[in-house]
């Protein structure tokens, strides 16, 4: 039983930081794709960071040089720093795993329950 828990949410002024965690239980960290999506109201969910089992990291153009995706294997968990925050960067955050395909929503089997960023 795979299971996947967002952490690390909340309420940010405008060029402020978070930290999300995700911490995943019966699931290998090094196993297919692993990610960060986003959902904002009224829109699809986007990639903004993936890292695929040879490491190799990928993102979002509008996240690149702000987020930064990394991963404690010894702790099962995958981070996302998320630095000058902007407010089209509010919106539901979701860690994802089982991906087949880094930056494709509909490629991965396992998610999160997500946890809110607001960016005001």
Not at 50 to 58: F, H, M, P, V, Y
């Amino acid at each position: 039983h795979v299971q996947l828990v967002e952490s690390g949410g909340g309420s940010v002024q405008v060029g402020g930081s978070l930290k999300l965690s995700c911490v995943a239980s019966g699931y290998d960290l090094s196993y297919n794709c692993m990610g960060w999506f986003r959902q904002a109201p009224g829109k699809e969910r986007e990639a903004v960071a993936t890292i695929d089992k040879d490491g190799t990291l990928t993102y979002a153009d509008d996240v690149k040089g702000r987020f930064t995706l990394s991963k404690d294997g010894a702790k099962n968990t995958v981070f996302l720093q998320m630095n000058n925050l902007a407010p089209n960067d509010t919106a539901m955050y979701y860690c994802a795993a089982g991906g087949s395909l880094p930056l494709m929503a509909s490629r991965y089997i396992y998610w999160g329950q997500g946890t809110q960023v607001t960016v005001s």
